[in-house]
């Protein structure tokens, strides 16, 4: 008969919890590196376009006339429903009687102001200053330029003395991300990249500085594309308002819009939050701008020329009118352009 010590029993003892503990950490380590998998194949599947919202409070303020969720963020502006496009204090209002519709053109020789609303650029150019970034990303920058200029209208200009500019810059995120301000907003508009941005990323932040909101906020976009609210990370919602004044880029819903979400943006299961109306995913979204988006930048940012200024042919205002951003008008002797949410001077009619 085999007698076992006590301290025979302690070191077996000992033995059968350290293994013990060693499958236990094992287990832990294998949970861990397949939730980082799982979490980084969520990640790429949303175009690395928008990380976690983190619990916030969100508040409610009006933009185009519309209710909207927005969060301030540390710099002064606000994130809208805290996605990738940032509001300044002044495109935002308390209440929805500030928003006109369709504005009157001002009796001025001079240029509006900048307050309210969303600003186009000027000369259909979008003037810009570099700071820091990567090598990498400022090859990435050049070939958005490239997209948009070889496809529209719009001209991208490095600053030497412009007052209206927008600063490109590197938000410090190791992630393929960023975020922009909308619209031309005098000085204080930004660009903000991730070290690993792509122009995937880039050309669509480029659309939110000509003043272009998300596409799956279109007043029209239940028509085309299912919204699964039940899949969509609770505190990210706001990000899927639809707009009833917005102008947007493309004349008709378009799911190939650089400016549209994918298909995982926001997923708070790894299921889809958006799809088309038999259930299926979207095309995951190309390094380039749509044929609409296209045709729609071009109404709104005319050809930079020295013929485009005349007053001839132009139709005198109408406040019976529905006008769109680009069109045309006389008042009062004076030629106007339509810009996002007003008139623009342009020059005095003889």
Not at 9 to 35: D, H, I, P
Not at 225 to 236: E, K, W
Request: charged residues 20%; negative net charge.
């Amino acid at each position: 008969m085999n007698i076992i010590s006590k301290n025979d029993k302690m070191k077996r003892t000992k033995k059968l919890l350290q293994l013990a503990c060693t499958a236990l950490v094992f287990a832990l380590l294998f949970t861990a590196c397949e939730k980082d998998a799982e979490s980084n194949e969520i990640e790429t599947s949303v175009d690395d376009e928008t990380a976690v919202i983190q619990e916030t409070k969100l508040i409610t303020k009006y933009f185009l006339g519309d209710e909207v969720k927005v969060q301030l963020e540390d710099d002064g502006t606000y994130s809208l429903g805290g996605s990738d496009t940032r509001l300044f204090d002044e495109q935002l209002s308390d209440s929805p009687e500030k928003y006109v519709d369709n504005p009157e053109p001002a009796n001025s020789q001079t240029a509006l102001g900048l307050g309210g609303g969303v600003q186009k650029w000027t000369n259909s150019t979008v003037v810009y200053r570099l700071i820091g970034m990567s090598s990498s990303v400022r090859s990435e920058l050049q070939k958005s330029f490239n997209e948009w200029t070889t496809k529209t209208n719009i001209r991208f200009k490095e600053r030497t003395n412009e007052s209206n500019y927008v600063t490109i810059s590197s938000s410090g995120d190791n992630s393929n991300s960023g975020v922009a301000t909308l619209g031309m907003f005098g000085s204080q508009g930004y660009i903000r990249l991730g070290t690993r941005a792509t122009a995937v990323v880039i050309i669509h932040e480029i659309g939110h500085t000509l003043g272009y909101i998300h596409e799956q906020n279109r007043s029209d976009r239940d028509s085309f594309v299912r919204i699964n609210f039940q899949n969509i990370q609770d505190n990210a919602v706001s990000q899927f308002f639809k707009s009833n004044s917005a102008s947007l880029v493309t004349s008709q819903f378009d799911i190939n819009s650089t400016m549209m979400y994918g298909s995982y943006t926001f997923t708070k299961n790894g299921q889809p939050t958006i799809t088309d109306l038999n259930g299926n995913v979207l095309p995951r979204r190309q390094a380039q701008v749509s044929s609409l988006d296209i045709s729609g930048t071009n109404a709104i940012y005319p050809p930079v020329n020295g013929n485009n200024n005349s007053c001839g042919d132009v139709e005198e205002w109408s406040s019976g009118t529905r006008y769109f951003v680009g069109d045309r008008v006389t008042y009062r002797g004076n030629l106007y352009e339509r810009d996002f949410t007003r008139w623009n001077f342009i020059k005095q009619c003889r």
